[in-house]
């Protein structure tokens, strides 16, 4: 039977309204694209300066300079990177990324700060997808021109977050690459989970559960800070996706029991990295007891923290490298009492408007849950807040804009044309965009190198001692040796107890032979840090040379106590007992110093000499013929050498070494200047 005029008619207008609908998907994955270029070449763009900056002696030089280990991907680099907790962080998969940079780059910081740049546009183009989503969601539009206000809001709110100067902290600073890269796979956790959701055939959602798993274990192998996050997927099941809805006691319902166990994957990951976490930072000593600093501070510290990065994505002026935690806390009580009572006011008004409002209690939820593993509450570091904490925790207030930024576009569509929205609407949030952009390009500068950060951090914080103390460490190192001891000075006046200062100033001190003050000062460092072996072990070295042989003797023994392989320790208390003939204690302190360091050849010559004192040639001789072996260029080694010969009776082999050591003089000697005569 042949098909009629009508029927061919009816599957011509259908064959046709498939092809126009498949053109018009095509037109707007084209445009969802362009725009998402575009947001990743300004958050590129805008970071610029920071290709020029160099690595920065605040951690970088722990982390990257003065660490060969991650450079390379053989099997001992490898087993490291997956075993380290150095600098207090199990970061394997950044340290992947160092080792990537190194293998192309070496060591030219341009490349690790390329990097970063390049993560952190990736990472705004995911927030821009991610966004539409949750936008999508979040707020219903029922006019024809969705998509393209859906597109303008999710590109809002992704600029709003990348090129923001709380961002700049993360993206410049090459230690934080861990930020950016944990950031990019957290992005993506919660992008696989929305997908997940997102068709309700649910037939790919395994697959988009997976997903969304593998990108968790990536970002917790770059950073612990996500630990939150199956939390953060809990929300999302409540809104935007209304997965979970009522009261809580309806979530213990067969079907929302299964939305429940979904979690418990992410949740002992979670767990597992969170104990790793806790590890790592007490193995580098970096977690401060309650004993030092009270829960009652660690709690207030916590809410001012919440208040302070909520106040700085709305005005961020005078941001910082450090803010440094206080010196009197007792000082700070009354802010902490008024941010606490902000935050619970803050949280019962949106809570009695959470159906008037459940995207702002949403976004409030979102950040407090991620913003709790670096509120303070786990103390590690100098630092009172951090601009990098905002990094994840203020996703939620970039989508919150575009959200409201979406809410007026569809308000002004119902009175206005197309084109009439977009002038009404879009001035505004462009010349917000272009105030923080350059703002960014300016604090992005801030980074340029180790003195142009601290300097800024004292025009922001006069107050601070860490940025005095790191100023004069680099007058130390560059020889200014008068401008260091000032510096170090003005740290101990904003703080006290800034043992490192004291430290540091009483090093000096002893150089300028100050003994009372640098043992004062040392003391002062033992007062707070008990446990400092190389405070000990300096101090014991003043002390001996002022001749308190006994004082000295109980510092030496209490650095070892510390520290048994400290072999300067052991050095030192041979010297201090050879001086006092305790020749067979000595000869053992320096044997245990000589098992620790073998090739130093400042202990073969001290136990070559205390050997040759008790008349045990032999020995004497072997230890200082191995440190000729090591140091043939030295003098004395010759001459100590030639002795024990001697007294061996081989005067022709200590002859030899005689006249090496005359050799190696004269040629050290400056050569007289043309017609002087030599006196």
Known sequence: ?????????????????????????????????????????????????????????????????????YRGFGWSQLGWMFTTFHMGHYQPLSWLTFAFDYWLWGMNPLGYHLTNLVLHSVNAVVFFFLGRRLLSYAVRLTNDRNELYINLSA?????????????????????????????????????????????????????????????????????????????????????????????????????AKKILWEKLPFALLAILFAIIAIFAQQSAGALRPVQQYSISYRVGQAVYGIIFYLWKSIIPLNLSPLYELPYDFEVWVGIFLFCAGAVLAISAALFLLRRRWPAVLAAWVFYLIVLAPVAGIAQSGPQLVADRYSYFSCMSWAVLLGGGFLYLLNSLDARLGRHSVLIAALPVPGVVLIILVLLTWMQTQVWH????????????????????????????????????LELYRRALRNNPLNADAHYNLARLLAKQGEQSEAIAHYRDVLKIRPNDADAHNNLGLLLAARGETAAALDEFHRALQIDPKYAKAFFNL????????????AIESYRQALSISPNEVEILLVLADALARQEKFAEAVMHLQKAITLKPEIPDIHVALARALAAQGKRDEAEKHYQEALRLLKAKSPAPPSGATIQ
Do not use: C
């Open 1 to 69: 039977m042949k098909p009629t005029s009508r029927t061919r008619t009816k599957k011509a207008i259908k064959t046709s309204e498939r092809s126009n609908d498949q053109t018009r998907t095509i037109g707007e994955d084209k445009r969802r694209w362009i725009l998402a270029a575009v947001i990743a070449l300004l958050s590129f763009v805008v970071f610029l300066p920071g290709l020029s900056n160099e690595f920065v002696n605040w951690d970088d030089y722990e982390t990257l300079v003065n660490n060969p280990q």
């Open 155 to 255: 590109g809002l709110a992704a600029l709003f977050f990348s090129v923001h100067p709380l961002r700049v902290e993360s993206v410049v600073w090459v230690t934080e690459r861990r930020d950016v890269l944990s950031g990019l796979f957290f992005l993506l956790t919660l992008y696989g989970y929305v997908r997940a959701h997102a068709n309700a055939d649910g037939k790919s959602r395994p697959s988009w559960l997976a997903f969304s798993l593998t990108a968790f274990v990536f970002s917790l192998s770059a950073k612990a800070s996500a630990i939150t996050l199956p939390l953060v997927l809990l929300l999302f099941d409540v809104y935007p996706l209304h997965r979970l809805a009522g009261t809580w006691r309806s979530w213990f319902t067969p079907d």
């Open 449 to 484: 190198d180790t003195r142009s950060l601290w300097n800024h951090v004292i025009a922001v914080a006069p107050e601070s001692s860490v940025a005095y103390y790191n100023l004069g460490r680099i007058a130390e190192n560059e020889g200014q040796l008068a401008e260091g």
């Open 574 to 585: 041979g010297r201090a007992l050879a001086r006092q003939n305790e020749l067979d204690k």
